[in-house]
């Protein structure tokens, strides 16, 4: 059972620089979610999709674009990386009913992103 | 807005010994879940243990358990006859049915001494 996969685990990048990390999920979860966790600290919601074709802002958006085109996959888009970029990123994916919560959610493996 | 607390940074406990996690959490909401991510090294998120508001009954699974007292909004996780393998970066995190957003503490690390 592969669960919530990221690509890549390990990236460094320059300043200005853009890049896609990928995320994909073999579960069928409707819920998608990418997460940033900072050194020292919890993370925080970037963005999250409820279904295919359908997005919304987290708490962190600002320097990223996501997209869902498919129920499956969840890239998250950094566009003119700068270093307060630098963080650990976390895709996740659940299942929920139309109005229910509880249900558990499973996160990726994370991906380490430098900017120098 | 949910906001989560973790007062503790560090704590350190003897193997076979118990501790407790603290965790505080404001809210409005009425329904709501609440829950225990263990995060070792790796940096995989685990989850411990999840609690239902409504659910009077304090959440147990094997040697973790918590004390939910809903009024004091406060949420804390024991570790019984901790093990070297519970060393890690725990995070209390809270959950409402809006989009099943959880909400994460800053986190506390706890280390275990042979």
């Known amino acids: 059972n592969a669960g919530v996969t990221q690509t890549p685990k390990f990236r460094i990048l320059k300043i200005g620089q853009s890049m896609t990390l990928q995320c994909t999920q073999d579960m069928n979860h409707n819920y998608m979610y990418w997460y940033r966790q900072d050194p020292g600290m919890g993370l925080k919601l970037i963005y999250y999709s409820v279904g295919a074709g359908i997005t919304d802002k987290g708490e962190v958006p600002n320097g990223y674009n996501v997209s869902r085109s498919t129920t499956e996959d969840f890239p998250l888009r950094l566009e003119l990386a700068a270093p307060s970029q630098t963080s650990v990123y976390f895709c996740?994916?659940?299942?929920?009913?139309?109005?229910?919560?509880?249900?558990?959610?499973?996160f990726g493996e994370g991906s380490w992103l430098t900017v120098v | 807005a949910q906001t989560v607390t973790q007062s503790q940074p560090e704590m350190s406990v003897q193997e076979a010994e118990t501790v407790t996690l603290s965790c505080t959490y404001d809210t409005s909401e009425s329904d709501y879940y609440l829950f225990w991510y263990k995060q070792p090294p790796s940096r995989q998120m685990i989850l411990v243990i999840r609690?239902?508001?409504?659910?009077?009954q304090n959440a147990t699974e094997n040697r973790f358990s918590v004390n939910f007292q809903k009024a004091a909004k406060s949420f804390s996780l024991k570790i019984s006859d901790s093990q070297l393998g519970d060393a890690a970066m725990y995070f209390c995190a809270f959950q409402t049915g809006a989009n099943s957003k959880l909400t994460f503490g800053k986190g506390i690390t706890l280390s275990v001494r042979p």
């Open positions: 609690q239902e508001a409504y659910k009077q």
């Open positions: 996740a994916s659940s299942y929920s009913r139309t109005g229910g919560f509880g249900n558990t959610i499973y």
